[in-house]
């Protein structure tokens, strides 16, 4: 990408006391995309966000936001969704948002105006004169993912937006993020969710003992990480091929083939088609996907990695995985 970043973050390290919680973290996020900040607990994405957002200095490294250091009116343009939810549990739906609409630059107008759609589209427009302690944890998620858009942010930051929302309203929140992308946006999220990762992040970078160890397109991650394995479905008998060293059956109608090395998955798939003895709905080279493939990091540099692993290991030596 040419475009001017709206976040760069380079460098970056933090320590707490002895220990170091954020190690020579880089990324940058560009307008128009959702950039995926994964990692497992305790592996440094809060830290980093917390730097982002000016609320703890880095020890070392630079970040800018927005196009320079995070100043008040950077600040306004943002966005934030943080993990501890920061609702007034006493105060009713409507006058919270319209209060931290304000805080945010709008008028109470406007405010007013934008969080009454908002309530309507994510289906809480009964519930607007409700005291946000009584809502459901889904409710008071949906209205905390109002109160970080509702000043139309050019930089959201949302740590674990699909939280405690069923897949209607999941998809409701799922369409907001991606408007905001189509609006040229920048959409910063984490999620242990890593389906919905998958399907909405234009690229990731995962945090893992407080260094980045993966960090490119999601697309490419996952090729990246696939091994000479084919994904085969349909129906008949399936005899070990010519080039196949391994037959694994997953489900009724799905196999998981095992190639040998220099093997052609041409050749394997002309093989099966001319037996006869098996009907192929598809064939196609098998990606592992992001709950795969954090599992693997995980466990690899935790030294963790089973011999029968799908997928390649990655050592705490390793240097970063950019694509």
Same mark, same amino acid.
């Given at each position: 990408?040419?475009?001017?970043?709206?976040?760069?973050?380079?460098?970056?390290?933090?320590?707490?006391?002895?220990?170091?919680?954020?190690?020579?973290?880089?990324?940058?996020?560009?307008?128009?995309?959702?950039?995926?900040?994964?990692?497992?607990?305790?592996?440094?994405?809060?830290?980093?966000?917390?730097?982002?957002?000016?609320?703890?200095?880095?020890?070392?490294?630079?970040?800018?936001?927005?196009?320079?250091?995070?100043?008040?009116?950077?600040?306004?343009?943002?966005?934030?969704?943080?993990?501890?939810?920061?609702?007034?549990?006493?105060?009713?739906?409507?006058?919270?948002?319209?209060?931290?609409?304000?805080?945010?630059? @709008? /008028? #109470?107008?406007? %405010?007013?105006? $934008?969080?009454?759609?908002?309530?309507?589209? !994510?289906? +809480? *427009?009964?519930?607007?004169?409700?005291?946000?302690?009584?809502?459901?944890?889904?409710?008071?998620?949906?209205?905390?993912?109002?109160?970080?858009?509702?000043?139309?942010?050019?930089?959201?930051?949302?740590?674990?937006?699909?939280?405690?929302?069923?897949?209607?309203?999941?998809?409701?929140?799922?369409?907001?993020?991606?408007?905001?992308?189509?609006?040229?946006?920048?959409?910063?999220?984490?999620?242990?969710?890593?389906?919905?990762?998958?399907?909405?992040?234009?690229?990731?970078?995962?945090?893992?003992?407080?260094?980045?160890? @993966? /960090? #490119?397109?999601? %697309?490419?991650? $996952?090729?990246?990480?696939?091994?000479?394995? !084919?994904? +085969? *479905?349909?129906?008949?008998?399936?005899?070990?091929?010519?080039?196949?060293?391994?037959?694994?059956?997953?489900?009724?109608?799905?196999?998981?083939?095992?190639?040998?090395?220099?093997?052609?998955?041409?050749?394997?798939?002309?093989?099966?088609?001319?037996?006869?003895?098996?009907?192929?709905?598809?064939?196609?080279?098998?990606?592992?996907?992001?709950?795969?493939?954090?599992?693997?990091?995980?466990?690899?540099?935790?030294?963790?990695?089973?011999?029968?692993?799908?997928?390649?290991?990655?050592?705490?030596?390793?240097?970063?995985?950019?694509?």
């Amino acid at each position: 990408m040419t475009t001017t970043p709206f976040v760069s973050v380079s460098n970056l390290r933090k320590c707490f006391g002895q220990k170091e919680a954020v190690q020579d973290v880089s990324f940058d996020v560009f307008p128009g995309e959702v950039f995926g900040l994964l990692g497992p607990n305790g592996a440094g994405k809060t830290t980093t966000i917390r730097m982002i957002l000016d609320l703890f200095k880095p020890d070392s490294g630079r970040i800018e936001v927005l196009g320079g250091p995070l100043t008040q009116a950077r600040k306004d343009r943002i966005g934030y969704m943080p993990e501890e939810r920061g609702l007034y549990p006493h105060m009713r739906v409507l006058d919270c948002l319209v209060y931290l609409g304000k805080l945010k630059g @709008l /008028n #109470g107008r406007l %405010a007013r105006q $934008r969080s009454e759609q908002f309530l309507e589209r !994510l289906e +809480l *427009s009964e519930a607007r004169r409700q005291k946000i302690e009584t809502l459901s944890r889904g409710m008071t998620q949906k209205v905390q993912v109002i109160a970080a858009v509702l000043h139309q942010p050019d930089l959201l930051i949302i740590d674990e937006p699909f939280a405690n929302l069923d897949p209607v309203n999941a998809q409701l929140v799922r369409e907001i993020i991606l408007e905001l992308r189509g609006q040229h946006k920048a959409v910063i999220m984490t999620s242990h969710q890593l389906s919905l990762v998958e399907s909405l992040c234009d690229r990731i970078a995962m945090i893992h003992q407080g260094r980045v160890v @993966l /960090n #490119g397109p999601v %697309a490419g991650v $996952r090729r990246q990480f696939a091994r000479n394995i !084919l994904h +085969l *479905s349909g129906s008949g008998q399936l005899d070990l091929l010519p080039g196949v060293s391994h037959i694994e059956r997953r489900t009724a109608t799905d196999w998981y083939l095992t190639l040998a090395p220099q093997a052609d998955p041409q050749a394997i798939l002309h093989s099966l088609v001319s037996t006869g003895h098996f009907t192929v709905d598809r064939f196609d080279l098998a990606l592992p996907s992001l709950d795969e493939i954090f599992v693997q990091i995980v466990r690899g540099q935790n030294g963790k990695a089973g011999h029968n692993d799908l997928y390649p290991q990655l050592t705490p030596d390793l240097p970063v995985r950019q694509l």
